[in-house]
């Protein structure tokens, strides 16, 4: 049991110091210098551009709820929308930082499908950064 507590505690560990690390890379005052100094910085990685940073998430429909997908590469999470397919404004769906999200909808009339669309945008330090992603669509319902 020593050795899975010593397991848990370092894992927390790697979460937090890696976290810590990308919050540093995508500072603006970061350059690839610092990083070399603070030993951050391993041979062939390339800087976090947070203003060019594009999610990639898919979505599909899974047990009675829209399954959505993603990685973070880099960022701390992901800001989620959706809107119904044909309108105009899209809500703000939720903060996620493990995927899959699941996104349970409630038909407006049962048994009547609904066409969905989704998109995201990277998150750090609480903060939107870059592009959004493709927008992705789910007919749930039926």
């Given at each position: 049991?020593?050795?899975?507590?010593?397991?848990?505690?370092?894992?927390?560990?790697?979460?937090?110091?890696?976290?810590?690390?990308?919050?540093?890379?995508?500072?603006?005052?970061?350059?690839?210098?610092?990083?070399?100094?603070?030993?951050?910085?391993?041979?062939?990685?390339?800087?976090?551009?947070?203003?060019?940073?594009?999610?990639?998430?898919?979505?599909?429909?899974?047990?009675?709820?829209?399954?959505?997908?993603?990685?973070?590469?880099?960022?701390?999470?992901l800001n989620l929308y959706h809107r119904k397919k044909g309108t105009a404004n899209w809500g703000f769906l939720?903060?996620?930082?493990?995927?899959?999200?699941?996104?349970?909808?409630?038909?407006?009339?049962?048994?009547?499908?609904?066409?969905?669309?989704?998109?995201?945008?990277?998150?750090?330090?609480?903060?939107?950064?870059?592009?959004?992603?493709?927008?992705?669509?789910?007919?749930?319902?039926?």
């Amino acid at each position: 049991s020593a050795l899975d507590a010593r397991k848990t505690i370092n894992q927390t560990d790697f979460a937090a110091l890696k976290a810590d690390i990308t919050r540093q890379k995508v500072n603006e005052n970061f350059t690839p210098a610092l990083g070399q100094e603070l030993g951050i910085v391993g041979a062939g990685t390339s800087g976090f551009d947070a203003a060019n940073y594009k999610p990639e998430i898919t979505a599909s429909i899974t047990g009675g709820h829209v399954d959505i997908r993603f990685k973070k590469r880099g960022a701390d999470g992901l800001n989620l929308y959706h809107r119904k397919k044909g309108t105009a404004n899209w809500g703000f769906l939720a903060r996620t930082t493990k995927s899959p999200f699941i996104d349970v909808i409630i038909l407006a009339v049962p048994n009547q499908p609904e066409h969905w669309e989704y998109r995201a945008y990277g998150v750090i330090d609480d903060e939107e950064i870059g592009l959004p992603s493709d927008i992705v669509e789910a007919v749930f319902g039926g």
